[in-house]
């Protein structure tokens, strides 16, 4: 199983529409979670932390639940611009301290006219 | 901001030569730098953690005469792909932070294909 899944898509959806990503992961001893964007051939880009108490940053919308090992990310009144893939990210420390990083495959969202 | 650069952006070469890849974090001092590897549609996957200073520590299955490391500053790692070959093509990103606890700044990534 890997540790962090998510669905690959595509999601295709038209401009305005309101659309949700889920992403589970396996690692109970995870700590940071993060959804990331990577355009195509790109680099990934942080795009907000993820807490459980939920968090909303303009259109975005990020919730946790520890208990479930679910992460969400809503993407509301979806630009053109959305477009990209999504990635899910989860920090855990590893032996000898800090923290990594484990990538999920990423979904890919089109958002067409 | 913090920003990391990566270069070069793109390599293309010949089976059998070996590709320096360097990872710079311009305005802020990185305790620790990571590569990574992104093959078509897979997720990145962590191929080893720098510190500066020290010897890098590789992930399983990752070789280390290899995948040469070199992390001799702080705000410079190296990674040398190490006589090439196709199955190395890939795309190639580092990032850096300056502290345990700190997020990680990614660099925009090198595409290596090997012919």
């Known amino acids: 199983r890997k540790e962090v899944e998510q669905d690959p898509g595509p999601f295709n959806v038209p401009e305005g529409a309101t659309v949700a990503f889920n992403c589970t992961y396996s690692?109970?001893?995870?700590?940071?979670f993060f959804w990331y964007r990577q355009d195509c051939r790109k680099e990934p880009k942080l795009l907000m932390s993820v807490y459980s108490s939920g968090n909303e940053d303009g259109r975005f919308t990020a919730q946790l639940n520890r208990a479930s090992q679910y992460i969400s990310l809503l993407i509301r009144d979806s630009k053109l611009s959305d477009s990209a893939t999504y990635l899910c990210v989860v920090s855990r420390p590893p032996a000898g301290g800090g923290n990594k990083l484990t990538f999920g495959t990423g979904t890919q969202l089109k958002v067409e006219l | 901001g913090a920003v990391v650069s990566q270069h070069p952006s793109r390599v293309i070469c010949k089976s059998g030569t070996s590709v320096k890849i360097e990872c710079r974090s311009l305005d802020f001092q990185a305790t620790t730098m990571f590569w990574y590897r992104q093959f078509p549609k897979q997720s990145l996957m962590l191929m080893a953690t720098?510190?500066?200073?020290?010897?890098?520590?590789?992930e399983q299955g990752v070789e280390k005469d290899k995948f040469l490391i070199n992390h001799a500053s702080l705000t410079l790692s190296t990674l040398t792909v190490t006589s090439a070959h196709p199955e190395d093509s890939s795309f190639y990103i580092c990032?850096?932070?300056?502290?345990?606890?700190?997020?990680?700044?990614f660099g925009d990534g090198t595409r290596l294909s090997i012919l």
């Open positions: 990032s850096a932070r300056r502290g345990r606890n700190q997020p990680q700044h």
């Open positions: 690692n109970s001893a995870s700590q940071s």
């Open positions: 720098s510190n500066e200073g020290s010897k890098a520590t590789y």
